[in-house]
DNA sequence: ATTTTTAATATGTTTGAACATACTCAAAGC
DNA sequence: GCTTTGAGTATGTTCAAACATATTAAAAAT
């Protein structure tokens, strides 16, 4: 049951049907996946708008509480993941450690000519030839984040690698290249509408943005890596010590 | 000069009109703070509604790449800030080292009874009394980040203390306590509401949310803290190395 | 039994209009 | 010269209606 929207209250009609949604989406029922009452149906009952009642649903809808699709409904989005900021773990072995499945939405290996950014990292001419690996990952309820590395030419790296086992450990065996150290800079970003559609979320949606250089032994770049967690969904843990 | 939208076109037409603002708002007169067409402007030299346009705008308002003001006008929103997340250096130092002044926009320290999650990360009981230290902190532009502080009751602080010096180094001198290590959690959020207007952002927009217990020489936990900083006009920045 | 078609469903888009409100600036009053 | 008031400005809110569209499920056809 859902409360009334007071029409002399000050407060706008769209953030009191907001307000209420927020305290209707607690209820055991919508957190386990059932459908919000119908935009129609909550107009009626409060006797305001359709159109001010999405309004309100909008805003829970932009932070990623709520997801909708026409035909069908409205209902509560689903829950959240984390991983060590400073394990090199792999995801899916950390996944696994969780008693997740990954899922690869998308891997995808291919040469690209190295933009003005990359050729900034690797100290090289913009235009260079160099691998860039593409991967769309998550677990059976949806893709968590969007992975792009770019690989120092000197790697001599082709593409046609086994790009489906862990990372690292490929370019140790394979390559006989160390990653050493990783060099991180973490901030949020609002999605915008390619990255939206691809990790299914709402455009503008919090996004966890990471983006890192990785070092080899000898202290030379080898990776540049942009990674994009679905920001609600997903936090980093990490232990940093006073030095 | 504006293009037009194509109503014939597949695109929903609040599409076309934020794809055109993308393009509009990279113009330097936008960048430098000149205000965008009005609403009703854009709505007549395009031939849509002007609820339509506003739809359009939303979308990157939302995404903090545009601000509105009712009865002046809407322009780009401002820039970026970053810090290292793994220095221990004060907040106003870095800034400081970075040319910009910062501005307190709110400091309070008072006594509070610990919530369940608060309770929970001292190991005390809910409801056990013990300061808590709110400070709103940016530059002149405006506020960057909210930080909030609990202190574990043992440390004896009454909230008398001088909290505007670095806090660390008050502890230190003070109350004679060594931060050691810091256990953190990084994600990204969306603001709500009361969030939102402190920080002077919109609702829903893309917040980098820190939570961290820090503790002290003897591994005990001193402090509890979290900071929210405006998503986009925020970074971390650190290096991992690999064990 | 399977496939195709159709209807129902619920969200998505757009409109024009009227009114509300926060903000700015100029004019008037002290 | 300073303060108050009022008008203008541009965004904010709400509406009812009509139509569009992705999805689902049932009915019809094969």
């Known amino acids: 049951m859902i409360h009334e929207v007071d029409p002399n209250s000050k407060v ?12 209707l989406i607690r209820q055991p029922e919508y957190q386990k996946g059932a459908f919000l009452p119908k935009e129609v149906d909550l107009a009626n009952q409060l006797g305001i708008s359709r159109n001010t009642v999405r309004h309100g649903i909008s805003k829970l809808v932009n932070e990623g509480l709520l997801v909708r699709k026409k035909g069908v409904g409205t209902k509560v989005a689903s829950r959240k993941v984390s991983t060590r ?3 090199w773990i792999s995801f899916s072995g950390e996944m696994k450690a969780k008693g997740m499945e990954v ?10 000519a190295a933009d ?5 990292v690797f100290h090289i001419s913009p235009g260079t030839r160099l691998v860039k690996l593409s991967r769309l990952r998550g677990t059976q309820e949806g893709p968590i984040l969007l992975s792009l590395s770019w690989f120092h030419p000197r790697l001599g790296i082709t593409g046609e690698e086994d790009f489906s086992q ?8 394979e390559i006989g290249v160390y990653p050493t150290v990783s060099r991180e800079e973490i901030s949020a970003i609002a999605a915008e509408k390619g990255l939206a559609s691809r990790l299914e979320v709402r455009e503008g949606a919090p996004i966890l943005f990471r983006k890192r250089v990785v070092f080899d032994s ?20 990490i232990d940093i010590e006073r030095k």
């Open 103 to 112: 899922a690869n939405y998308e891997l995808k290996a291919q040469p690209v």
């Open 218 to 237: 000898d202290g030379k770049a080898m990776e540049f890596n942009k990674v994009y967690y679905q920001g609600e969904g997903f936090s980093y843990s």
């Open 12 to 23: 706008p009609l769209h953030n009191q049907v907001e307000r209420l949604l927020r305290m």
């Open 166 to 173: 862990p990372l690292y450990q490929m370019l140790e065996k």
């Open 85 to 87: 900021l400073d394990h």
């Open 116 to 120: 003005e950014e990359v050729a900034g």
